[in-house]
Structure formats: C-alpha cells, structure tokens
C-alpha cells in the first residue's frame, strides 16, 4: 500500500521559483523499489509528463520541454520526492500531481495504469 500527498502549491508570480513535494508513505515498499513522476494538468489539457525518477538507482529523466527549469529530485530519508520549478510562467498553472509505480523502471509520457497517484496541488502563476 502506497499513498502519496504532494505540498507547496500556491499563488506566485512570475519568475518565482517554487518547490513542489511529495511525501510518500508506505509500508509494503522501500522507496527505492518504486519509480517516481510529476505530471500536471491544466483546465481543458490533457495530463502532461514532466518528470521522473527510475526504480533503483533513481537516475532523473525529463520531458524535453521541461530541462532546463524544472528539477526531480528525492530524499530517501524524508520519503519525498521534490520538484523544483525555476522561472516560474503563466503557462505553468496548473495542478501537479506525484505518483509511483512498483513495477515501471522508468515512467515517461506513454506510461499508463499507473498505479499509485497523489491529490494533486495547484500552483498559480500570475503575470
């Protein structure tokens, strides 16, 4: 059993940076064993990968559109994975949500049946 719980949304301004999180608990798998993703979705868009982290060894892969502003990252101690957003655009409202899977090594933007996703949290970026 796996539940994930991301933080750290709000209202910002343009240009700002924010760090996402998202903690997860459970009792059934270390957090080695589970890949790890944020993606997000704005009103009327479809769910848009942007991040991940491979089962194991936890080597970070992105969305070609996402290198440059955005870093994964995660702390095994905390049992959070983090998303760091630099240079923060109107165009990145939206909410983002965390999620894992024990059985991906990589999720990426054709992943499905995911098996693990948090509630989301929405970041607002004012202009």
């Known amino acids: 059993q796996v539940h994930l719980g991301e933080s750290g949304g709000g209202l910002v301004q343009a240009g700002d940076s924010l760090r996402l999180s998202c903690v997860v608990s459970?009792?059934?798998?270390?957090?080695?064993?589970?890949?790890m993703a944020w993606f997000r979705q704005a009103p009327g868009k479809e769910r848009e990968f942007l991040a991940s982290l491979e089962r194991g060894n936890g080597e970070a892969h992105y969305a070609d559109s996402m290198m440059g502003r955005f870093t994964i990252s995660r702390d095994n101690a905390k049992s959070t994975m983090y998303l760091e957003i630099n240079s923060l655009k109107p165009e990145d409202s939206a909410v983002y949500y965390c999620?894992?899977?024990?059985?991906?090594?990589?999720?990426?933007?054709?992943?499905?049946?995911?098996?693990?996703w948090g509630q989301g949290t929405q970041v607002t970026v004012s202009s």
């Open positions: 459970t009792s059934t798998f270390s957090l080695t064993r589970l890949s």
């Open positions: 999620a894992a899977d024990p059985i991906y090594k990589q999720i990426d933007h054709n992943s499905h049946a995911i098996d693990y």
